[in-house]
């Protein structure tokens, strides 16, 4: 369901709004005034239907629920470069993680490709499995022929503070 169709009947929860700035640290959505620079340096724009400066505003006006049954959180690449680019440290990143916790509190669907992303980097720390490349005459190079450094796996102590980060 799009937001736009969320937003229709829509009023401002104060109250919610306040628990999501509970878990904001140095983090304050009212200071944003809409400069834009978040959205201008935004990867996954493209993918959202609001934009990261539009996502802080609607949070700071209170339509956490709505945000937090949308898609839009989960559409984030955890980039960081809005954070970097906010003058005011009103960054949408934030915003973004403390509503996706909250959607995950209520059990709303969380979007297949992102558990499988969590999957990946629970199995071998990593967003994507290491890959053999080819050179443009085809020869297959791995990490020990290109004198890469191994991987290392996570470990029970790395999975145990991942899926403590995760609220698992």
Not at 5 to 21: F, G, H, Q, S, V
Not at 39 to 57: Q, R, Y
Not at 92 to 113: F, G, H, Q, S, T
Not at 150 to 165: G, H, L, N, T, W
Request: glycine share 2%; with cysteine; hydrophobic share 40%.
């Amino acid at each position: 369901m799009s937001l736009t169709d969320l937003m229709t009947m829509a009023k401002p929860n104060r109250e919610l709004r306040e628990k999501l700035y509970s878990r904001l640290w140095r983090v304050h959505p009212d200071e944003c005034f809409q400069c834009m620079r978040c959205t201008s340096g935004c990867t996954s724009l493209k993918l959202l239907e609001l934009k990261p400066h539009e996502i802080t505003l609607l949070a700071s006006s209170g339509f956490i629920d709505e945000l937090a049954s949308s898609d839009i959180i989960w559409a984030c690449a955890s980039c960081l470069k809005c954070r970097e680019r906010c003058p005011q440290k009103a960054s949408p990143y934030d915003v973004i993680i403390a509503l996706r916790n909250l959607a995950v509190e209520r059990e709303a669907k969380i979007p297949e490709n992102y558990m499988k992303a969590v999957a990946q980097i629970l199995d071998n720390g990593l967003t994507e499995k290491v890959q053999t490349v080819a050179s443009r005459k085809m020869e297959p190079f791995d990490r020990e022929k290109l004198r890469l450094p191994s991987i290392q796996y996570p470990d029970d102590r790395f999975k145990a503070v991942f899926m403590k980060i995760l609220g698992g």
